[in-house]
């Protein structure tokens, strides 16, 4: 069965520094998700990306995020100057169309922020 | 914003018997979507029920089923003859019909199998 997949499953880095995460959706689907998830907290909606374009964002995400579909199969996550807070999971996620479709999630990309 | 609260950090069930486990939201929209996701220790979640707002039977899967109180704002999972294998964080998730298809998650509940 398809699935999403993400590397690395585990990214340690200093404060100050950039991470880029890294994601390959399901291979037809359109729509593409990023998430975080705190220790201990809920899972928030950071942006969705559709047609090669941002579609939704939440106040989460500023000007220190950025996504991108560099080519037909992988989606990025950069966080351009990481701070501590930023240490969470992050969950990579696809789906194939706007309507009741199932979202498919990704394992997941531990950042720790040192 | 839509909110979504699940007021049990943790539960626990004995293998073969029932559990409820409780999500309750608040939107001003007629139309959405609400679903239960299943995260394993693996951490992958996965889809394990969803519900049409504007359906007013309840959804099943199997051993899965919800009850679905719309003018209550309450969406419950109940798994029957509950196994080893349902043991893990599950969240209750809320998605609008119109415009942005995001999911709104609350915090989730742990729920323990004891064999």
Known sequence: EPEVTQTPSHQVTQMGQEVILRCVPISNHLYFYWYRQILGQKVEFLVSFYNNEISEKSEIFDDQFSVERPDGSNFTLKIRSTKLEDSAMYFCASTGGTGYYEQYFGPGTRLTVT | ?115
């Open chain 2, 1 to 115: 914003a839509q909110t979504v609260t699940q007021s049990q950090p943790e539960m626990s069930v004995q293998e073969a018997e029932t559990v409820t486990l409780s999500c309750t939201y608040d939107t001003s929209e007629s139309d959405y979507y609400l679903f239960w996701y299943k995260q394993p220790p693996s951490r992958q979640m996965i889809l394990v029920i969803r519900q049409e707002a504007y359906k007013q039977q309840n959804a099943t899967e199997n051993r899965f089923s919800v009850n679905f109180q719309k003018a209550a704002k309450s969406f419950s999972l109940k798994i029957s003859d509950s196994q080893l294998g349902d043991a893990a964080m599950y969240f209750c998730a809320y998605r609008s019909a119109a415009g942005a298809n995001n999911l709104f998650f609350g915090t989730g509940t742990r729920l323990t199998v004891i064999p």
